[in-house]
Protein backbone atom coordinates (compact mmCIF):
# COMPACT_ATOMS: atom_id res chain seq x y z
CA UNK A 1 0.00 0.00 0.00
CA UNK A 2 3.17 2.18 0.41
CA UNK A 3 4.16 1.92 -2.82
CA UNK A 4 0.57 2.68 -4.03
CA UNK A 5 0.47 5.67 -2.32
CA UNK A 6 3.87 6.90 -2.98
CA UNK A 7 3.28 6.70 -6.99
CA UNK A 8 -0.23 8.61 -6.55
CA UNK A 9 1.75 11.31 -4.80
CA UNK A 10 4.32 11.57 -7.68
CA UNK A 11 1.34 12.07 -9.89
CA UNK A 12 0.01 14.93 -8.26
CA UNK A 13 3.51 16.28 -8.44
CA UNK A 14 3.34 15.80 -11.71
CA UNK A 15 0.85 17.04 -12.86
CA UNK A 16 1.43 20.19 -10.61
CA UNK A 17 4.77 20.85 -12.61
CA UNK A 18 3.45 20.10 -15.92
CA UNK A 19 -0.14 21.86 -15.63
CA UNK A 20 0.95 25.26 -13.91
CA UNK A 21 2.91 26.17 -17.16
CA UNK A 22 0.73 26.33 -20.37
CA UNK A 23 3.17 24.91 -22.53
CA UNK A 24 3.26 22.01 -20.91
CA UNK A 25 1.74 19.73 -23.45
CA UNK A 26 0.07 16.09 -22.35
CA UNK A 27 2.88 13.98 -23.71
CA UNK A 28 5.34 15.57 -21.67
CA UNK A 29 2.91 14.46 -18.62
CA UNK A 30 2.68 11.09 -19.31
CA UNK A 31 5.74 10.19 -20.34
CA UNK A 32 7.38 11.24 -16.74
CA UNK A 33 4.21 9.34 -15.80
CA UNK A 34 5.36 6.32 -17.48
CA UNK A 35 8.62 6.21 -15.94
CA UNK A 36 7.16 6.93 -12.32
CA UNK A 37 5.23 3.73 -13.16
CA UNK A 38 8.30 1.58 -14.58
CA UNK A 39 9.83 2.64 -11.67
CA UNK A 40 7.13 1.58 -9.38
CA UNK A 41 6.41 -1.76 -10.98
CA UNK A 42 10.69 -2.56 -10.81
CA UNK A 43 10.28 -1.82 -6.89
CA UNK A 44 7.02 -3.71 -6.60
CA UNK A 45 7.87 -6.76 -8.61
CA UNK A 46 11.53 -6.39 -8.50
CA UNK A 47 12.65 -9.55 -10.96
CA UNK A 48 9.25 -10.36 -12.05
CA UNK A 49 8.57 -6.95 -13.86
CA UNK A 50 9.58 -7.35 -17.66
CA UNK A 51 8.69 -3.90 -19.40
CA UNK A 52 5.92 -1.98 -20.01
CA UNK A 53 4.60 1.16 -22.43
CA UNK A 54 2.26 3.73 -22.25
CA UNK A 55 0.67 4.45 -25.28
CA UNK A 56 -2.85 7.06 -26.41
CA UNK A 57 -4.53 7.30 -29.69
CA UNK A 58 -5.05 11.00 -31.51
CA UNK A 59 -6.51 12.18 -34.43
CA UNK A 60 -6.21 8.17 -35.37
CA UNK A 61 -2.64 8.35 -35.01
CA UNK A 62 -1.10 5.43 -32.96
CA UNK A 63 1.59 7.36 -30.10
CA UNK A 64 3.84 5.52 -28.17
CA UNK A 65 5.16 8.43 -25.24
CA UNK A 66 8.65 8.35 -25.36
CA UNK A 67 8.75 6.44 -28.21
CA UNK A 68 12.35 8.06 -29.42
CA UNK A 69 13.52 5.63 -26.90
CA UNK A 70 13.39 1.72 -27.03
CA UNK A 71 10.13 2.35 -29.06
CA UNK A 72 8.56 3.36 -26.05
CA UNK A 73 9.30 0.74 -23.97
CA UNK A 74 10.91 0.64 -20.91
CA UNK A 75 12.82 -2.45 -20.02
CA UNK A 76 13.72 -3.55 -16.58
CA UNK A 77 17.28 -3.99 -17.57
CA UNK A 78 18.32 -4.84 -14.19
CA UNK A 79 16.77 -8.56 -14.52
CA UNK A 80 16.67 -8.65 -18.22
CA UNK A 81 19.13 -10.29 -19.45
CA UNK A 82 18.18 -10.31 -22.89
CA UNK A 83 16.60 -6.57 -23.13
CA UNK A 84 18.14 -4.93 -26.61
CA UNK A 85 17.19 -8.13 -28.27
CA UNK A 86 13.43 -7.77 -27.37
CA UNK A 87 13.65 -3.85 -28.21
CA UNK A 88 14.67 -5.02 -31.44
CA UNK A 89 11.83 -7.55 -31.75
CA UNK A 90 9.24 -4.52 -30.75
CA UNK A 91 10.99 -2.64 -33.42
CA UNK A 92 10.09 -5.23 -35.97
CA UNK A 93 6.80 -5.50 -34.97
CA UNK A 94 5.84 -1.72 -35.28
CA UNK A 95 7.14 -1.53 -38.56
CA UNK A 96 5.45 -4.44 -39.72
CA UNK A 97 1.86 -2.66 -38.29
CA UNK A 98 2.81 0.44 -39.53
CA UNK A 99 4.05 -0.56 -43.38
CA UNK A 100 1.69 0.67 -46.25
CA UNK A 101 0.88 -2.88 -46.50
CA UNK A 102 1.12 -4.06 -43.14
CA UNK A 103 2.12 -8.20 -42.28
CA UNK A 104 -0.23 -7.82 -39.28
CA UNK A 105 -2.61 -5.65 -37.18
CA UNK A 106 -2.28 -3.43 -34.89
CA UNK A 107 -3.88 -4.13 -31.74
CA UNK A 108 -3.01 -1.30 -30.01
CA UNK A 109 -4.81 0.63 -32.09
CA UNK A 110 -7.93 -1.37 -31.73
CA UNK A 111 -8.13 -1.14 -28.27
CA UNK A 112 -8.15 2.07 -28.02
CA UNK A 113 -10.44 2.64 -30.72
CA UNK A 114 -13.49 3.89 -28.46
CA UNK A 115 -15.59 3.48 -31.14
CA UNK A 116 -15.22 -0.10 -31.69
CA UNK A 117 -16.30 -2.70 -29.18
CA UNK A 118 -13.35 -4.57 -28.65
CA UNK A 119 -11.75 -1.58 -27.05
CA UNK A 120 -13.86 -2.07 -23.82
CA UNK A 121 -11.66 -5.00 -23.24
CA UNK A 122 -8.37 -5.48 -21.56
CA UNK A 123 -6.67 -8.21 -23.41
CA UNK A 124 -4.38 -10.58 -21.80
CA UNK A 125 -1.30 -12.94 -23.58
CA UNK A 126 -0.62 -15.56 -21.27
CA UNK A 127 2.06 -18.20 -22.03
CA UNK A 128 2.77 -20.10 -18.81
CA UNK A 129 2.97 -23.70 -17.70
CA UNK A 130 0.77 -23.92 -15.06
CA UNK A 131 -1.56 -20.68 -15.34
CA UNK A 132 -4.75 -19.33 -16.13
CA UNK A 133 -6.37 -16.37 -14.87
CA UNK A 134 -10.12 -16.86 -12.93
CA UNK A 135 -13.20 -16.65 -14.04
CA UNK A 136 -13.39 -13.30 -10.77
CA UNK A 137 -11.21 -11.51 -13.14
CA UNK A 138 -12.51 -12.52 -16.59
CA UNK A 139 -15.60 -12.62 -16.27
CA UNK A 140 -18.41 -10.31 -15.27
CA UNK A 141 -22.47 -10.43 -14.99
CA UNK A 142 -22.16 -12.46 -18.65
CA UNK A 143 -20.18 -13.86 -21.49
CA UNK A 144 -20.76 -10.32 -23.63
CA UNK A 145 -19.64 -8.36 -20.80
CA UNK A 146 -16.81 -10.15 -20.36
CA UNK A 147 -14.20 -7.35 -18.95
CA UNK A 148 -10.82 -8.97 -20.05
CA UNK A 149 -9.95 -11.61 -22.48
CA UNK A 150 -7.21 -13.74 -22.55
CA UNK A 151 -5.29 -15.28 -25.43
CA UNK A 152 -3.30 -18.47 -24.24
CA UNK A 153 -0.19 -18.90 -26.85
CA UNK A 154 0.36 -22.75 -25.88
CA UNK A 155 3.38 -23.88 -27.33
CA UNK A 156 5.60 -21.89 -29.40
CA UNK A 157 6.78 -23.57 -32.85
CA UNK A 158 9.41 -21.58 -35.22
CA UNK A 159 7.31 -22.84 -38.47
CA UNK A 160 4.23 -20.40 -38.56
CA UNK A 161 2.30 -22.82 -40.76
CA UNK A 162 2.73 -25.70 -38.34
CA UNK A 163 1.76 -23.15 -35.56
CA UNK A 164 -1.04 -21.64 -37.35
CA UNK A 165 -2.90 -25.57 -37.24
CA UNK A 166 -2.32 -26.56 -34.30
CA UNK A 167 -4.03 -23.39 -32.38
CA UNK A 168 -6.73 -22.90 -35.19
CA UNK A 169 -9.42 -22.61 -32.67
CA UNK A 170 -8.13 -19.91 -30.44
CA UNK A 171 -7.03 -18.11 -33.02
CA UNK A 172 -10.65 -18.12 -34.50
CA UNK A 173 -11.96 -17.12 -31.25
CA UNK A 174 -8.96 -14.02 -31.33
CA UNK A 175 -9.89 -13.07 -34.82
CA UNK A 176 -13.76 -12.84 -33.82
CA UNK A 177 -13.70 -10.70 -31.02
CA UNK A 178 -11.02 -7.86 -32.16
CA UNK A 179 -11.74 -8.01 -35.94
CA UNK A 180 -15.18 -5.94 -35.54
CA UNK A 181 -16.10 -3.17 -37.93
CA UNK A 182 -12.97 -1.33 -39.85
CA UNK A 183 -10.67 -4.11 -38.29
CA UNK A 184 -12.25 -7.15 -40.23
CA UNK A 185 -9.33 -7.51 -42.37
CA UNK A 186 -7.35 -10.85 -43.59
CA UNK A 187 -7.17 -12.87 -40.81
CA UNK A 188 -3.42 -13.93 -41.84
CA UNK A 189 -2.64 -10.34 -39.75
CA UNK A 190 -4.07 -11.44 -36.79
CA UNK A 191 -2.32 -14.45 -36.84
CA UNK A 192 0.65 -13.46 -37.72
CA UNK A 193 0.72 -10.73 -35.08
CA UNK A 194 -0.59 -13.41 -32.09
CA UNK A 195 2.67 -15.29 -33.47
CA UNK A 196 5.17 -12.48 -33.24
CA UNK A 197 4.32 -12.18 -29.37
CA UNK A 198 4.80 -15.93 -29.25
CA UNK A 199 8.07 -15.31 -30.69
CA UNK A 200 8.80 -12.41 -28.14
CA UNK A 201 7.13 -14.40 -25.38
CA UNK A 202 9.58 -17.38 -26.14
CA UNK A 203 12.63 -15.44 -26.81
CA UNK A 204 12.56 -14.08 -22.92
CA UNK A 205 11.79 -17.57 -22.04
CA UNK A 206 15.11 -18.65 -23.23
CA UNK A 207 17.42 -16.53 -22.31
CA UNK A 208 16.28 -15.20 -18.95
CA UNK A 209 15.41 -18.97 -17.79
CA UNK A 210 11.84 -18.36 -16.91
CA UNK A 211 8.86 -20.53 -17.09
CA UNK A 212 6.21 -18.00 -17.69
CA UNK A 213 5.38 -14.87 -20.11
CA UNK A 214 2.39 -12.86 -19.54
CA UNK A 215 1.66 -9.65 -21.45
CA UNK A 216 -1.03 -7.65 -19.89
CA UNK A 217 -2.87 -5.04 -22.05
CA UNK A 218 -4.51 -2.65 -19.41
CA UNK A 219 -6.72 0.43 -20.36
CA UNK A 220 -9.01 2.23 -17.87
CA UNK A 221 -12.42 0.78 -18.02
CA UNK A 222 -14.34 3.68 -19.32
CA UNK A 223 -14.44 3.32 -23.11
CA UNK A 224 -16.05 6.38 -23.63
CA UNK A 225 -13.63 8.72 -22.66
CA UNK A 226 -11.78 10.45 -25.00
CA UNK A 227 -8.85 10.59 -23.73
CA UNK A 228 -7.74 7.13 -22.96
CA UNK A 229 -4.59 5.20 -22.85
CA UNK A 230 -2.96 1.97 -23.23
CA UNK A 231 -0.79 0.16 -20.38
CA UNK A 232 1.23 -2.52 -21.84
CA UNK A 233 2.80 -4.18 -19.01
CA UNK A 234 4.97 -7.45 -19.39
CA UNK A 235 5.56 -10.09 -16.01
CA UNK A 236 6.55 -13.25 -15.72
CA UNK A 237 3.90 -14.65 -13.21
CA UNK A 238 0.40 -14.10 -12.70
CA UNK A 239 -1.10 -10.34 -11.10
CA UNK A 240 -3.57 -11.18 -8.06
CA UNK A 241 -6.72 -9.23 -8.52
CA UNK A 242 -5.65 -6.61 -5.98
CA UNK A 243 -2.80 -5.77 -7.86
CA UNK A 244 -4.94 -5.12 -11.39
CA UNK A 245 -7.05 -2.97 -9.35
CA UNK A 246 -3.83 -0.88 -8.52
CA UNK A 247 -2.87 -0.67 -11.72
CA UNK A 248 -6.08 0.27 -13.22
CA UNK A 249 -6.53 2.68 -10.29
CA UNK A 250 -2.99 4.09 -11.00
CA UNK A 251 -4.20 4.76 -15.08
CA UNK A 252 -7.60 6.10 -13.75
CA UNK A 253 -5.75 8.96 -11.72
CA UNK A 254 -3.62 9.16 -15.04
CA UNK A 255 -6.17 9.65 -17.38
CA UNK A 256 -8.33 11.55 -15.28
CA UNK A 257 -5.85 14.41 -14.79
CA UNK A 258 -5.52 14.26 -18.82
CA UNK A 259 -8.78 14.91 -19.41
CA UNK A 260 -9.26 17.32 -16.91
CA UNK A 261 -6.40 19.52 -18.34
CA UNK A 262 -7.44 19.20 -21.85
CA UNK A 263 -11.24 20.21 -20.64
CA UNK A 264 -9.54 23.27 -19.54
CA UNK A 265 -7.45 23.83 -22.76
CA UNK A 266 -10.54 23.28 -24.74
CA UNK A 267 -12.04 26.13 -22.89
CA UNK A 268 -8.90 28.19 -22.78
CA UNK A 269 -8.83 27.76 -26.80
CA UNK A 270 -12.96 28.50 -27.16
CA UNK A 271 -12.43 31.66 -24.71
CA UNK A 272 -9.31 32.95 -27.02
CA UNK A 273 -11.31 32.29 -30.24
CA UNK A 274 -14.14 34.15 -28.79
CA UNK A 275 -11.57 36.90 -27.91
CA UNK A 276 -9.87 36.97 -31.35
CA UNK A 277 -13.20 36.83 -33.36
CA UNK A 278 -14.27 40.10 -30.74
CA UNK A 279 -11.01 42.09 -31.53
CA UNK A 280 -11.22 41.78 -34.75
CA UNK A 281 -15.03 42.42 -34.98
CA UNK A 282 -14.40 45.40 -32.90
CA UNK A 283 -11.17 47.00 -34.68
CA UNK A 284 -13.45 46.20 -38.06
CA UNK A 285 -16.47 48.42 -36.43
CA UNK A 286 -13.71 51.09 -35.46
CA UNK A 287 -12.31 51.27 -38.80
CA UNK A 288 -15.19 51.39 -41.33
CA UNK A 289 -17.67 53.48 -38.93
CA UNK A 290 -15.89 56.00 -36.22
CA UNK A 291 -12.66 56.66 -37.90
CA UNK A 292 -14.85 57.14 -41.41
CA UNK A 293 -17.34 59.26 -39.35
CA UNK A 294 -14.71 60.92 -37.38
CA UNK A 295 -12.18 62.03 -40.55
CA UNK A 296 -15.39 63.04 -42.37
CA UNK A 297 -16.28 65.35 -39.28
CA UNK A 298 -12.34 66.93 -39.73
CA UNK A 299 -13.18 67.66 -43.02
CA UNK A 300 -16.37 69.98 -42.42
CA UNK A 301 -14.37 71.80 -40.07
CA UNK A 302 -11.51 72.57 -42.17
CA UNK A 303 -12.23 76.35 -42.04
CA UNK A 304 -12.21 76.34 -38.39
CA UNK A 305 -8.52 75.90 -36.96
CA UNK A 306 -9.23 76.40 -33.49
CA UNK A 307 -12.62 74.07 -33.41
CA UNK A 308 -10.50 71.56 -35.93
CA UNK A 309 -7.69 71.10 -33.19
CA UNK A 310 -10.23 71.37 -29.99
CA UNK A 311 -11.53 68.23 -31.88
CA UNK A 312 -8.14 66.46 -32.34
CA UNK A 313 -6.64 67.04 -29.15
CA UNK A 314 -10.16 66.59 -27.03
CA UNK A 315 -11.75 63.25 -28.98
CA UNK A 316 -9.67 62.14 -32.34
CA UNK A 317 -6.84 61.17 -30.54
CA UNK A 318 -8.95 59.30 -28.20
CA UNK A 319 -10.50 57.42 -31.42
CA UNK A 320 -7.30 56.38 -32.70
CA UNK A 321 -6.04 55.45 -29.43
CA UNK A 322 -8.93 52.86 -29.31
CA UNK A 323 -7.98 51.81 -32.82
CA UNK A 324 -4.61 51.45 -31.75
CA UNK A 325 -6.62 49.19 -28.53
CA UNK A 326 -7.40 46.83 -30.38
CA UNK A 327 -4.44 46.20 -32.83
CA UNK A 328 -2.62 45.75 -29.27
CA UNK A 329 -4.88 43.15 -28.67
CA UNK A 330 -4.91 41.24 -31.63
CA UNK A 331 -0.63 41.24 -31.35
CA UNK A 332 -1.30 39.65 -27.78
CA UNK A 333 -3.05 37.27 -30.06
CA UNK A 334 -0.72 36.17 -31.66
CA UNK A 335 1.96 36.21 -28.48
CA UNK A 336 2.71 31.77 -29.29
CA UNK A 337 3.57 32.75 -33.02
CA UNK A 338 6.97 34.24 -32.40
CA UNK A 339 7.27 35.05 -36.56
CA UNK A 340 3.73 36.39 -36.78
CA UNK A 341 3.98 38.28 -33.74
CA UNK A 342 7.25 40.14 -34.86
CA UNK A 343 5.37 40.71 -38.11
CA UNK A 344 2.40 41.85 -37.17
CA UNK A 345 4.07 44.06 -34.42
CA UNK A 346 6.59 45.56 -37.49
CA UNK A 347 3.76 46.45 -39.79
CA UNK A 348 1.45 48.26 -37.15
CA UNK A 349 4.72 50.18 -35.40
CA UNK A 350 3.75 48.89 -31.90
CA UNK A 351 7.14 47.39 -31.91
CA UNK A 352 10.35 48.79 -33.50
CA UNK A 353 13.93 47.86 -34.25
CA UNK A 354 15.66 49.95 -32.94
CA UNK A 355 14.91 51.90 -29.05
CA UNK A 356 12.31 54.40 -29.26
CA UNK A 357 13.12 57.54 -27.20
CA UNK A 358 9.87 58.80 -25.17
CA UNK A 359 8.91 62.21 -23.58
CA UNK A 360 7.67 61.06 -20.07
CA UNK A 361 7.73 64.23 -18.98
CA UNK A 362 5.00 65.53 -21.78
CA UNK A 363 3.39 62.45 -21.37
CA UNK A 364 2.66 63.71 -17.76
CA UNK A 365 1.52 67.15 -18.66
CA UNK A 366 -1.42 65.71 -21.07
CA UNK A 367 -2.00 62.55 -18.20
CA UNK A 368 -2.66 65.46 -15.83
CA UNK A 369 -4.73 67.51 -17.95
CA UNK A 370 -6.79 64.89 -19.13
CA UNK A 371 -7.67 63.38 -15.90
CA UNK A 372 -8.08 66.64 -14.27
CA UNK A 373 -9.73 68.67 -16.20
CA UNK A 374 -11.79 70.63 -13.49
CA UNK A 375 -8.43 71.07 -11.92
CA UNK A 376 -9.82 69.91 -8.31
CA UNK A 377 -8.04 67.09 -8.20
CA UNK A 378 -3.63 67.08 -7.25
CA UNK A 379 -1.54 66.34 -10.30
CA UNK A 380 0.93 63.76 -10.05
CA UNK A 381 4.90 64.00 -10.47
CA UNK A 382 7.94 62.18 -11.20
CA UNK A 383 11.41 61.69 -9.56
CA UNK A 384 13.27 59.56 -11.33
CA UNK A 385 17.50 59.61 -12.14
CA UNK A 386 16.60 59.40 -15.70
CA UNK A 387 15.66 62.59 -18.02
CA UNK A 388 12.17 62.15 -18.34
CA UNK A 389 12.47 64.26 -21.77
CA UNK A 390 14.34 61.38 -23.12
CA UNK A 391 12.89 58.36 -21.45
CA UNK A 392 13.92 54.88 -22.69
CA UNK A 393 12.55 51.61 -21.66
CA UNK A 394 15.47 48.82 -22.56
CA UNK A 395 13.27 46.02 -22.87
CA UNK A 396 13.00 43.30 -25.93
CA UNK A 397 10.05 41.20 -27.02
CA UNK A 398 11.46 38.54 -28.92
CA UNK A 399 13.95 40.79 -31.10
CA UNK A 400 12.03 44.10 -30.86
CA UNK A 401 11.69 46.71 -28.67
CA UNK A 402 8.57 48.91 -27.87
CA UNK A 403 7.27 50.98 -29.97
CA UNK A 404 5.63 54.54 -29.24
CA UNK A 405 2.00 53.40 -28.68
CA UNK A 406 3.30 50.28 -25.90
CA UNK A 407 5.35 52.77 -24.28
CA UNK A 408 2.29 55.33 -23.51
CA UNK A 409 -0.12 52.80 -22.79
CA UNK A 410 2.73 51.08 -20.07
CA UNK A 411 2.99 54.44 -18.64
CA UNK A 412 -0.47 55.05 -18.44
CA UNK A 413 -1.36 51.96 -16.79
CA UNK A 414 1.27 53.17 -13.72
CA UNK A 415 0.25 56.27 -13.84
CA UNK A 416 -4.15 55.30 -13.60
CA UNK A 417 -2.73 52.83 -10.51
CA UNK A 418 -0.73 56.05 -8.70
CA UNK A 419 -4.21 58.24 -9.24
CA UNK A 420 -6.03 55.21 -7.37
CA UNK A 421 -3.48 54.52 -4.78
CA UNK A 422 -1.15 57.16 -4.62
CA UNK A 423 -1.02 59.07 -1.31
CA UNK A 424 -1.21 62.98 -2.14
CA UNK A 425 1.80 64.80 0.30
CA UNK A 426 2.06 68.80 -0.27
CA UNK A 427 -0.88 68.61 -3.01
CA UNK A 428 0.98 66.12 -5.38
CA UNK A 429 1.30 61.99 -6.07
CA UNK A 430 4.49 61.88 -6.51
CA UNK A 431 6.06 58.47 -9.11
CA UNK A 432 9.70 57.68 -8.17
CA UNK A 433 11.07 56.03 -11.08
CA UNK A 434 14.71 54.59 -10.10
CA UNK A 435 16.56 53.21 -13.16
CA UNK A 436 18.54 49.74 -12.23
CA UNK A 437 21.19 47.16 -14.00
CA UNK A 438 18.47 45.30 -16.17
CA UNK A 439 15.54 46.66 -14.08
CA UNK A 440 13.28 50.04 -13.39
CA UNK A 441 11.24 49.99 -10.11
CA UNK A 442 7.98 52.52 -10.29
CA UNK A 443 7.24 53.39 -6.89
CA UNK A 444 4.07 55.18 -4.48
CA UNK A 445 3.15 55.81 -0.92
CA UNK A 446 0.03 53.99 -0.80
CA UNK A 447 -2.71 56.81 0.60
CA UNK A 448 -3.17 54.99 3.75
CA UNK A 449 -1.90 51.63 5.76
CA UNK A 450 -5.38 49.41 4.85
CA UNK A 451 -3.90 48.93 1.43
CA UNK A 452 -2.24 46.02 0.14
CA UNK A 453 -1.53 46.02 -3.24
CA UNK A 454 -1.76 42.81 -5.70
CA UNK A 455 -2.43 41.75 -9.37
CA UNK A 456 -6.26 41.30 -8.96
CA UNK A 457 -6.57 44.98 -7.37
CA UNK A 458 -4.80 46.90 -10.21
CA UNK A 459 -6.45 48.59 -13.01
CA UNK A 460 -5.62 49.13 -16.16
CA UNK A 461 -3.49 46.89 -18.38
CA UNK A 462 -0.78 45.40 -16.26
CA UNK A 463 -1.50 42.09 -16.44
CA UNK A 464 -1.17 42.49 -20.60
CA UNK A 465 2.37 43.76 -20.69
CA UNK A 466 3.11 40.96 -17.79
CA UNK A 467 1.63 38.62 -20.48
CA UNK A 468 3.87 40.40 -23.07
CA UNK A 469 7.03 39.77 -20.72
CA UNK A 470 6.39 36.51 -19.69
CA UNK A 471 5.00 34.50 -22.21
CA UNK A 472 8.14 35.44 -24.39
CA UNK A 473 10.49 34.84 -21.40
CA UNK A 474 11.19 38.50 -22.03
CA UNK A 475 11.50 39.86 -19.03
CA UNK A 476 9.11 39.91 -15.58
CA UNK A 477 6.54 42.76 -14.34
CA UNK A 478 6.52 41.90 -10.23
CA UNK A 479 5.03 43.63 -7.70
CA UNK A 480 7.63 43.30 -4.83
CA UNK A 481 6.66 42.26 -0.97
CA UNK A 482 4.77 45.46 0.43
CA UNK A 483 7.01 47.14 2.59
CA UNK A 484 6.58 50.77 4.35
CA UNK A 485 2.75 50.61 2.70
CA UNK A 486 4.43 51.44 -1.08
CA UNK A 487 2.77 51.03 -4.75
CA UNK A 488 5.49 49.01 -6.41
CA UNK A 489 5.84 47.69 -9.90
CA UNK A 490 8.94 46.11 -10.95
CA UNK A 491 10.00 45.31 -15.05
CA UNK A 492 12.90 42.90 -15.12
CA UNK A 493 14.77 42.84 -18.72
CA UNK A 494 17.64 41.52 -20.01
CA UNK A 495 20.15 43.89 -21.65
Known amino acids: MSELLRIFRKINVLAEHHYTNERSSHVEFLSDCHKALA ?6 FEDRFIFSALSFSKDDKLHYVDEATDNGYIFNKSYVKNWSELSG ?17 SITKILLDKNNTAARKDLFFTCCANCKYENEILVTDSEEDTRVFEHQLGVFNEDKGSYYEANRTKLDKFYEVFSKGSYEQNQNLYDKYIWDYH ?10 DKPDFLLHFIKPSIAELDYGLLLSLATNRQLTTDELAFVNLILYRVVSQTATEKMKEAERLRTKTMFSLTTHSLKTHLNTTVIKEKNAFLDKLENDDELKEDFEKYLGKEVDTLFRLTEILSLVDKIRDRQKFIETGKDTNLLSESMVTYNLQEHLTQFNRRKNIERTE ?29 IELFFNTILENIVIYGKVESNYRTLVIQN ?27 RL ?7 TNCGTLSIPSVTNYEFKITIGYEE
Request: with cysteine; hydrophobic share 35%.
Open 378 to 406: PDIKICSNATLESFTLPIKIYELYLGKDL
Open 436 to 462: NTNEILFANNTKDKTILIDETNLTGNY
Open 89 to 105: LFTKYIKEASDDEPQII
Open 465 to 471: FKKLLED
Open 199 to 208: ELAHTYKTAN
Open 39 to 44: KYFEEY
